[in-house]
């Protein structure tokens, strides 16, 4: 039997990041450049049930049975098991690897689990469709993000922007023109769960404070969506600087991530903000074209530990 794999990219938050927690909502968008990769091979030596993970970006490997139940890797594959009715699978191995960043905003967990679903899935038969594979995913988030919104497996399931709201039916987002960020990684590691965490305590002691800074984020959203739609993007600049400064009342920017965003705009983007849980992590321009490569290099000429240029492409209906 050849072996059978399975890719997911990464995703950066446009806008609503937080705030999408509370019932607002929030864009985010794939990110093609990062990718988590599973490969599942056979094993007909082995017993039955004997599946062996393998992760050779951290350096090590265990069996799915001695993995403790709260394990996101064997918490996805014993998800996938549970919704196929499958008992003891064939002996396999899976090779785990992935280029995203962990704890940095780009939806590393989210996209181990997806592409960890669709293969193991596959391997035992079955085409899982996104949907599926999204609620799978979604319950792993649990163990990386505490409270998770839903929206990074959401939107890397289904590989394309999506206008998100907790609880409500997906929203593929059909932008009329194509559009450039630039993520800048302040190379600060910092767990989204805990980010979420503290700020669910503030709200929870002040929720006057924060509620009208999540209404005023739910309102930028919305409008970011008409401009995407409607091809006016250059426009969404003022919305996400807009957006940092209340994220930053929220508490949940840091002196890295505000140095980067400050260098971007120095350096000619139309607007720029922390992207994700915060606290470290990555920020985004958004740059016209012919400024790409200066935005970038001042990026890292301000402690961007790395840079990655994606292209967010515009809807193209069928013919």
């Not at 094993?43 to 996101?72: F, K």
């Not at 996209?111 to 594979?133: D, K, N, Q, W």
């Not at 163990?143 to 409500?168: E, L, M």
């Not at 980010?195 to 970011?224: H, M, N, S, T």
Request: glycine share 10%.
């Amino acid at each position: 039997m050849p072996a059978i794999s399975a890719s997911a990219s990464g995703k950066i938050i446009l806008f609503g990041e937080h705030a999408v927690v509370y019932g607002r909502p929030a864009i985010a968008a794939p990110v093609e450049q990062v990718r988590a990769r599973v490969v599942v091979t056979a094993e007909p030596r082995r017993r039955l049930g004997s599946v062996l993970i393998q992760t050779p970006d951290l350096g090590g490997q265990a069996y799915l049975d001695e993995l403790p139940q709260d394990d996101p890797l064997g918490l996805a594959m014993r998800l996938t098991l549970e919704h196929l009715g499958v008992s003891r699978p064939p002996a396999c191995t899976l090779w785990v690897s992935s280029t995203i960043p962990i704890a940095a905003g780009l939806g590393s967990g989210a996209a181990i689990s997806v592409a960890l679903c669709r293969a193991f899935a596959e391997f035992l038969g079955a085409e899982l469709p996104a949907e599926t594979v999204s609620d799978l995913a979604f319950e792993v988030d649990r163990i990386h993000h505490g409270t998770p919104s839903g929206i990074d497996n959401t939107v890397i399931a289904y590989a394309q922007p999506i206008f998100f709201v907790r609880g409500q039916p997906i929203q593929l987002l059909q932008p009329a023109s194509q559009f450039t960020l630039i993520i800048g990684d302040t190379g600060v590691r910092s767990p989204t769960a805990a980010a979420v965490g503290d700020l669910r305590k503030a709200w929870q002691a002040d929720p006057e404070r924060y509620e009208p800074l999540f209404d005023a984020a739910a309102e930028i959203a919305i409008r970011a969506r008409g401009w995407i739609e409607s091809g006016q993007v250059q426009r969404l600049g003022a919305l996400m600087d807009e957006n940092h400064v209340l994220l930053c009342e929220m508490g949940v920017s840091s002196a890295e991530l505000d140095r980067l965003v400050e260098a971007a705009r120095a350096a000619g983007a139309w607007g720029a903000k922390l992207s994700g849980g915060g606290r470290g992590g990555n920020m985004l321009a958004l740059a016209p074209p012919e400024r790409t490569a200066a935005i970038a290099e001042s990026l890292r000429q301000h402690g961007a530990t790395r840079t990655i240029t994606t292209t967010v492409r515009a809807h193209k209906p069928p013919q």
